[in-house]
């Protein structure tokens, strides 16, 4: 089963808007990880977070972590037509050298010229 | 640095027939994974090496679904016989051997099964 449960499903912005895309969890976590998927191509890492973190910066990206509510949010600023994709949030456990990544479902972004 | 390679990109089957995808990861990652992403959801491991060893294969479907990565390097997945709910996106993914470093992706092979 997978872990991670995005919300909302898909969304719709006009360019220049920003995207908050959420993501909760229900079992503990050595990191959390949001990866973009375009359409008919691979998954493209964007960010990670570890579990003793509460946010983080990389770009236009700002991703925030709450271990207590077993949630995290990517915001997106600025977005762009580019930015159109499908986005995933992926927790992972580590078990010694091994690393497992548990993703969701996935949000469907539309960024509107 | 080259990125994790796939092939083929796209392949369509008859149900019951076989078929095998390719991965070369990228160069000195010992760790690699194969996950199927069926339309609309999020990719799901299928099985991870750990160089030539197999460390995770609790989701594969044995009775049909094999891999194998030979010398630790190059992978292949096979499906034989395949169903029509084998129509997925095959996605292979490597990393280094430390838990915390990140996964990349090949661009995946979408399979179709009629």
């Known amino acids: 089963s997978q872990q991670g449960e995005e919300d909302p499903q898909a969304l719709s912005i006009q360019e220049g808007e920003n995207a908050t895309m959420n993501c909760s969890y229900k079992?503990?976590?050595?990191?959390l990880q949001w990866y973009r998927q375009n359409s008919g191509r691979g998954l493209v890492h964007l960010i990670l977070?570890?579990?003793?973190?509460r946010e983080k910066h990389s770009g236009r990206l700002r991703v925030t972590l709450d271990t207590s509510k077993k949630s995290s949010s990517l915001l997106i600023t600025a977005s762009r037509a580019a930015d159109t994709a499908s986005y995933f949030c992926?927790?992972?456990?580590?078990?010694?050298?091994?690393?497992?990544?548990?993703f969701g479902k996935g949000i469907t972004l539309s960024v509107r010229p | 640095e080259a990125g994790v390679a796939q092939s083929p990109r796209y392949k369509i089957i008859e149900k019951r027939q076989s078929v095998a995808f390719w991965c070369n990861p990228i160069?000195?990652?010992?760790?690699l994974y194969w996950y199927q992403q069926i339309l609309g959801q999020g990719p799901k491991l299928l099985i991870q090496f750990q160089n030539n060893g197999v460390v995770d294969d609790s989701q594969l479907p044995k009775d049909r679904f094999s891999a194998e990565r030979l010398k630790g390097v190059d992978s292949t997945l096979k499906i034989q016989p395949a169903k029509l709910e084998d129509s997925a996106v095959y996605l292979c993914?490597?990393?280094?051997?430390?838990?915390?470093?990140?996964?990349?992706f090949g661009p995946g092979t979408r399979l179709t099964v009629l």
């Open positions: 993914a490597s990393r280094t051997g430390q838990s915390t470093d990140t996964q990349y």
């Open positions: 977070i570890r579990s003793n973190e």
């Open positions: 160069s000195g990652h010992a760790t």
């Open positions: 079992t503990s976590i050595n990191n």
């Open positions: 992926a927790t992972a456990l580590f078990t010694g050298a091994n690393s497992k990544l548990t």
